[in-house]
Structure formats: C-alpha cells, structure tokens
C-alpha cells in the first residue's frame, strides 16, 4: 500500500480537495440544511473517493476545530460594519483562520448555527442575541466576544467603545464652542453604543444646568435618510432651531447637515453638527463634519485577539476604547454678538 493511501484522512483534507471550507465539509456530512445540492453533492463525491469516514459515534465532528471563527451582525448597512468586517477578516488571516459571516435577526438560527460547531467561536455584533442566548453560549463554554454589550465570564470577552465618555467629550466641545441649546439624534433605541453615548452627552450638559427638551431628541436609527426626514420634520415645525446637534453616528451627521442646508440653514454659522465614528465620508462631504474617531478597525482586530486567546485556554475580559474629537468645518464657536 502507497504512503498516500495509508495516511489518515481527515476533514482538512476534504475541504481541500473540495475546494471548499472545513465548516462546510462538517454540514454536508452531517447534513445540516445550510447548502445548496450541488455543493453538499460536490463535497459527498470527494469524501467517497478519498475514503473519508469520520467516526459518527458519540461526539462525531463536535470535539473537532473547524479552523473557522463566526461575525454574527444583525444589520450591514453603512461603512462602519462593511470596515469592521474587513478588518475582523485580516486579523482572522494573520490568526490562521477563516471567517464565516452570519447575517440573522432570528436568535434559533444564531444559536444553532455557533452550537451545530460551525465555527470555533463568535463575534457578536447582534441585539438578536439576548440574555437567554448569552447564558446559553456561557452554559456550553462557547469562546464569545460581544463587541455591542459588556458581558465577561471565563468564555466570554467584551470589546466595546466607552461611548459614555465619547458623549461626554461631545458635550464639553460643543459647551466651550459657546453653545447652549441642543439637540440629540438618536441610534437604534436598543444599542449599547447609542444608549451609553446619550447617557454620557445628556449627563455633561446636566452637570453644566442644561436640559434637553423631549421635542429635540430626534430618531435617527443610525441612518442618513431616518436623521434628514427627521430633522426636516423638525424644522417645518417651526420650532426654534438648536445650537448645536449631536448625532449618535457619522451617516446620521451626514443625514442631518444635508437636511439643514436644503432648509436654508447654514453649517456651522446657525447650528453646529458633530457626528461619531470617523468614517470616510465626513471628510468628503461639504461641510466636513466633526466627530469622534472610535477606531472601530481596531476593535475589530482585538475582537479576534481576544477569541483566539480564549480559544487557546485563556479566560475572558473587558477591553474599553476610548474614542477622541477630531474637529472639522461644520462646528464652530456661537456667534454672540
């Protein structure tokens, strides 16, 4: 008998000769209804030919790395997830994994999908995920990092934004710019990043006597267009106009600027805008717009760090970015004359 016929075979070998990925090779032959027919066929025939035979008893594939870890995000719209994707997949490369991403809003399908041992651990960017799930993934000792949430356990790291004080430092800048009267655009209602940013810019402006009104927190949902039909609404309305508007992410921003400036508002001479994350188009618009850079790239990266970490025995943590202002044209200090 040939050394190549006498050497083991195993899964890695399979994707290989499939041309395909190691979690894929593991759902056809356990017949997870994930592929299409001509992949799952495709993957069968080779693992015939090679004379492939995992052992189907007892924990069959599930004590078995598949070399993959999962991005589990709830929405992709706007730059900031397409970057933090990309930088999630270079640090996966430079860790010697692949990356599966999971786009669901169904919280069965996420669970199942990282228990079915699809992947080796998760990135959670997902408000699918709730608290029984959490537990679910602590309970099985799942490697987990939530990159919307602090939750930390031996299996579980966070790597969050403190976008408390990313709205405090919003608040102190627009306050020494001169500014008195505010408003809030919203983030989706139930994220982490928008809750602690509110809390954090509602709390500078309390500690300086200042209070903002219900009728100048707008929604926005982390949208251009949400935060531009928003802000239009508010201004045909009638009602004085803020100094200053702080908006709970860029596109947002973007979305508030191009509804005051089709009102006939000027930015910054009559409101100043401040948005957060620092992605690309704040440089490119007219008026540039100032925000907080998050460093989001990063998060990505450290995410990765901490899960293979995990993945190699290490026990979870809390790892905290601070964010900075990055100052542009459509702030400047109130006019007082």
Partial sequence: MSKERSKKITIKDVAKEAGVSISTVSNALNNVNVLSPDTKEKVLEVARRLNYTPNLNGRNLKAQATGVLGLFLGAIRGPYYGELSDSIYRACQEGGYELEIFLSSQPSHIIANILGHRVDGAIILNSAIGERQAQILKDQGIPTVYIDRILVGEKSSSVVFDSYNGGEQAAKFLLELGHKKFMYIEGVKDNYDNIERRKGFFEALRKA???????????????????????????????????????????????????????????????????????????????????????????????????????NGESGKLITLNGRIIPRDSTTAKDLS
């Fill in 209 to 311: 006597g200042i209070v903002v009104d219900e009728d100048y927190i707008l929604k926005g949902d982390f949208e251009r267009v949400t935060a531009y039909e928003s802000v239009l609404e508010f201004i045909e309305s009638g009602k004085q106009l803020p100094d200053a508007i702080f908006a709970s992410n860029d596109l947002s921003a973007i979305g508030v600027v191009e509804a005051l400036r089709n009102a006939g508002v000027k930015v910054p001479e009559q409101v100043s805008v401040i948005g957060c994350d620092d992605i690309e188009t704040t440089r490119l618009v007219s008026p540039s717009v100032t925000t907080i850079r998050t460093y989001f790239e990063k998060q990505g990266i450290i995410a990765v760090e901490q899960l293979i970490r995990m993945i």
